[in-house]
């Protein structure tokens, strides 16, 4: 399995910008697609998640300004970022897993697969 993300890029506060993240190879139904960033010195920290039935959970800090959704023919998830802030600038990590149970979405070791990262940049 490959997951290539993409879509980052520098845009100034309060903008836009959607990332992409395309998988590759055996491909699963039921697993679930996480979204990740991690600043520089930081953490890598959950961002959102759309778990295996299809629910979507975000983090505090980006909800009701990030979204996620999905084309299956494509193979492909999406992350919508609107109303940008400074804070928000980091690398963006897809990651799948197929194994992971509830509570333990929101931390990077369940997930078995991962994507490059894509930076993104917001200017203040």
């Known amino acids: 399995v490959q997951l290539q993300a993409s879509g980052g890029g520098l845009v100034q506060a309060g903008g836009s910008l959607r990332l992409s993240c395309t998988a590759s190879g055996r491909t699963a139904s039921f697993s679930t697609m996480g979204w990740f960033r991690q600043a520089p010195g930081k953490e890598r920290e959950f961002v959102g998640a759309?778990?295996?039935?299809?629910?979507?959970y975000y983090s505090d800090s980006v909800k009701g300004r990030f979204t996620m959704s999905s084309d299956n023919a494509k193979n492909t998830v999406y992350l919508q970022m609107n109303s940008l802030k400074p804070e928000d600038t980091a690398v963006y990590y897809c990651?799948?897993?197929?194994?992971?149970?509830?509570?333990?979405?929101?931390?990077?070791?369940?997930?078995?697969?991962w994507g490059q990262g894509t930076l993104v940049t917001v200017s203040s």
């Open positions: 990651a799948r897993g197929s194994r992971l149970i509830l509570s333990t979405m929101r931390e990077p070791a369940s997930y078995d697969y």
């Open positions: 759309r778990w295996r039935t299809g629910s979507l």
